[in-house]
């Protein structure tokens, strides 16, 4: 089955404490990208890649890292997690840079305390 | 700046009723246009898309949506709701041709009361 699977689905953590989570998908996509999803504010892009080993930025990219060693997996990491950074976070992926239908993962809820 | 507009933040009708939901966007050229759906809980879907030809897209459970170039809308429809169509719905655009980012609206939440 077509997917994007993202871990973990729920995390509670603390200030300053490192985090990861990450996003695979098996649908041989070209195209990742991370998005926030805060109530009011609609989905904003973080980082997104369009091929192994190219990254970029998105519109709201501080305090964030993103890595693309592998097509299939587009990670996330917090450095210092704070607690603006509490959302609701959702990987997705298409075929291509200039293709347009994103296909998205389930979300992770992360509360930073 | 390109931008997606969702004037409706928030919609509450009775089953069987009908729905618009309105969605501007603020790019000169050519567009491609996107509704997604997030019903409770779940990731985001895609109900339909208008690439190009006829302005009158077709999508998944019943949900039209018009694409009025002169109106730079893209309003989503559907003649009768029922309570399974309460999530949260969002618009999206971007440039077509090369890469473009696709850029969201805020969303719409709808609540379909039996």
């Known amino acids: 089955e077509a997917q994007v699977t993202q871990n973990p689905r729920y995390l509670i953590t603390v200030t300053g404490k490192k985090l990861t989570v990450t996003c695979s998908q098996n649908?041989?996509?070209?195209?990742m990208s991370w998005y926030r999803q805060d109530p009011g504010l609609g989905l904003r892009q973080i980082y997104y890649s369009m091929n192994v080993e190219v990254t970029d930025k998105g519109d709201v990219p501080e305090g964030y890292k993103v890595s693309r060693k592998e097509k299939r997996n587009f990670p996330l990491i917090l450095e210092s997690p704070s607690p603006n950074q509490t959302s609701l976070y959702f990987c997705?992926?298409?075929?291509?840079?200039?293709?347009?239908?994103?296909?998205f993962g389930e979300g992770s809820r992360l509360t930073v305390l | 700046a390109q931008s997606v507009s969702q004037h409706n933040h928030h919609v509450i009708l009775s089953e069987a009723a009908s729905l618009e939901l309105g969605c501007n966007y603020s790019?000169?050229?050519?567009?491609?246009l996107f509704w997604y759906v997030q019903y409770p809980g779940q990731h985001l879907q895609l109900l339909l898309k208008?690439?190009?030809?006829?302005?009158l897209v077709k999508g998944i459970k019943g949900f039209e949506a018009e694409f009025i170039k002169s109106k730079f809308s893209f309003n989503l429809r559907k003649p009768s709701v029922q309570w399974s169509d309460t999530a949260e719905y969002f618009c999206a655009a971007r440039h077509s041709g090369g890469y473009q980012k696709v850029t969201f609206g805020t969303g719409t939440k709808l609540q379909v009361i039996p």
């Open positions: 208008y690439f190009s030809g006829d302005p």
């Open positions: 649908m041989n996509h070209e195209y």
């Open positions: 997705a992926s298409k075929a291509s840079a200039n293709t347009g239908e994103l296909f």
């Open positions: 790019y000169g050229g050519t567009v491609n």
